[in-house]
T-cell receptor, first 112, second 115 residues
């Protein structure tokens, strides 16, 4: 069973659309959760950490459901610059020196 | 804004050769990591490093791999005898010691091509 699963997409949406990505993780001991974005052949860049209560950063909203082991990312009012691959990432510790576990990513293309 | 830097950006080497990939983590960070990403695949953990020693390593990180912090700023990954399957993007990452959640910041990567 894959540790972090994501729909690979691609999601092709028009500018201004709202798009949602989902992610499930298999390790119930996971403690910290993140969304990273990755542009083609570039490094992953931290988009936001995901907290139990859910959190919002501008047009981006992340939700966590520990019971279902499910994480989501909502992007409102999509911009052309949002086109990228969105990586769901988990970690088994809240702090400490442990590795991140990545999903394969969901590709988003925002079209003019 | 402080960034992780990596050199070279692209390295081409022949099978069996040794390569050293270099990273300069963010200056006040104390935890360092190497990850790799084979083209079209997910990012995979290789090794973590803290207080001048390896904290954890994956099964990918076999005897052909080693890491070193030769001075106060550089963090290196050495592959002793490269194989074709080592061709990938290699990312260095670092995080601070603030006790916050494990937010790791990645460098731009080194594209390693083994021919």
């Amino acid at each position: 069973r894959k540790e972090v699963e994501q729909d690979p997409g691609p999601f092709n949406v028009p500018e201004g659309a709202t798009v949602a990505f989902n992610c499930t993780y298999s390790n119930s001991a996971s403690q910290s959760f993140f969304w990273y974005r990755q542009d083609c052949r570039k490094e992953p860049k931290l988009l936001m950490s995901v907290y139990s209560s859910g959190n919002e950063d501008g047009r981006f909203t992340a939700q966590l459901n520990r019971a279902s082991q499910y994480i989501s990312l909502l992007i409102r009012d999509s911009k052309l610059s949002d086109s990228a691959t969105y990586l769901c990432v988990v970690n088994t510790l809240l702090t400490g020196n442990t590795p991140l576990v990545f999903g394969k990513g969901t590709r988003l293309s925002v079209i003019a | 804004e402080p960034e992780v830097t990596q050199t070279p950006s692209h390295q081409v080497t022949q099978m069996g050769q040794e390569v050293i990939l270099r990273c300069v983590p963010i200056s006040n960070h104390l935890y360092f990591y190497w990850y790799r990403q084979i083209l079209g695949q997910k990012v995979e953990f290789l090794v973590s490093f803290y207080n001048n020693e390896i904290s954890e390593k994956s099964e990918i990180f076999d005897d052909q791999f080693s890491v070193e912090r030769p001075d106060g700023s550089n963090f290196t990954l050495k592959i002793r005898s490269t194989k074709l399957e080592d061709s990938a993007m290699y990312f260095c990452a670092s995080r601070d010691f603030s006790g916050r959640v494990n937010e790791q910041y990645f460098g731009p990567g080194t594209r390693l091509t083994v021919t």
